[in-house]
């Protein structure tokens, strides 16, 4: 990564439901591994070509930057840890980029629940909500807020 330190905003992730992310993840890496199938006979603008497309740019903008908190997830993972605390330094604008790829996983939704010959379904709810926590973490943090911890939807 290029940006100097001060570029980098601390995004805090409160109180992460460990098995809700281990099924976010699941989730949607089952939903990758078929548009990224589906990429390779269908237009640039179709919304698995999109998404996958942003998914490789913001990996390879922000390589390297996820690497200890997912290190932290895992462990907590193999500990059996309910929730963990994980934090992410980032540059400021991860949450404009967190923004287009919201945007993206939504309309993925909907393609999804449209779909034809699509194994992988919708997000489900619980799922949904998570994700929608995640990027408002990391779009309200880059914008100078305070984190809000995970509250269990249930």
């Known amino acids: 990564m290029t940006a100097a330190d001060n570029d980098l905003v601390e995004v805090r992730l409160l109180n992460l439901p460990v098995e809700v992310q281990r099924q976010a993840a699941e989730h949607h890496d089952a939903l990758i591994r078929e548009f990224e199938l589906i990429r390779v006979s269908e237009s640039s603008a179709s919304i698995p070509a999109r998404l996958v ?32 605390d994980v934090t992410y330094l ?6 404009e980029a967190m923004l287009q790829l919201n ?8 393609y999804c629940r449209a779909g034809e010959h699509l194994v992988t379904l919708a997000t489900p709810p619980l799922i949904s909500g998570y994700r929608r926590w995640f990027i408002d973490e990391f779009v309200n943090q880059a914008r100078g807020r305070a984190p809000e911890p995970w509250r269990d939807a249930a």
């Open 103 to 110: 945007d993206l996983l939504e309309k993925a939704d909907e």
């Open 53 to 84: 497309t942003l998914i490789d740019e913001l990996q390879a903008r922000y390589e390297g930057l996820s690497d200890a908190p997912r290190a932290v997830i895992e462990a907590a993972i193999r500990e059996g840890a309910a929730n963990v």
């Open 90 to 95: 980032v540059p400021a604008e991860v949450g």
